[in-house]
């Protein structure tokens, strides 16, 4: 895995990550529409990438990037809401304010559910649909276990069908609720360590 650097391979990583998640729960619960989601998921992406999370990867495969890793490590302090918000105005023109709000308030209702104690946090794992099955989610969260050493992984999802693929990949739940106060998609959280601690 490497490092994104270039535009353009900001930009293909974004294409991954709409297709990759253009029927995922949360994002069809934020925007039913199919068309706006295509639209705005790379958008979101983009945002997610340069602004908010602390390190963006990626493998590439004949120039082509095939999967995407957002992480952050312990410690790391993401943006405030007043610091979203500014950058949703900064997105204004590109993404609907209504929208925007309601998801920072789905986003920050994951966020209350997060543990205490320090942890990589994978944002996301994006695999292009083309080539899912192939071993490309498991390469990518076996390099996030490496990154993490002696530390441990949090993560969550919104998909029900991913339970099972984390599980298998050693990690446990930590908890599941339902985000946006009982009204959202049902939300599965998991830690990872070396040693199978719990957080």
């Known amino acids: ?6 535009d353009e391979e900001l930009k293909q990583a974004a294409g991954v990550f709409a297709r990759a998640f253009v029927d995922y729960p949360l994002y069809t619960y934020l925007f039913p529409d199919q068309k706006q989601r ?13 602004y908010i999370a602390q390190y963006v990867y990626c493998i590439k495969n004949d120039g082509k990037v095939q999967a995407v890793l957002l992480i952050d490590a312990p410690g790391h302090k993401g943006p405030s809401i007043r610091d979203l918000l500014s950058l949703l105005v900064n997105f204004a023109r590109k993404l609907p304010f209504r929208k925007s709000i309601k ?12 543990p205490q104690k320090a942890f990589y ?4 794992i994006a695999v292009d649909p ?6 490309l989610g498991q390469q990518v969260v076996n390099f996030a276990k ?5 530390n ?47 957080l």
């Open 1 to 6: 895995m490497q490092i994104i650097h270039s």
């Open 38 to 50: 295509e639209k705005l998921l790379p958008i979101l992406f983009e945002i997610s990438a340069r």
């Open 103 to 114: 998801m920072l308030s789905v986003f920050r209702s994951i966020e209350k559910m997060k």
């Open 121 to 124: 946090y994978i944002q996301t």
């Open 130 to 135: 083309n080539i899912q099955g192939k071993g």
């Open 146 to 150: 490496s990154l993490a050493g002696s």
């Open 152 to 198: 441990t992984i949090y993560l969550e999802t919104n998909s029900g069908q991913n339970v099972a693929y984390y599980e298998k990949l050693d990690f446990v739940q930590y908890a599941t609720f339902k985000c946006d106060n009982g009204k959202g998609p049902s939300t599965y959280s998991f830690t990872w360590s070396i040693n199978n601690e719990t």
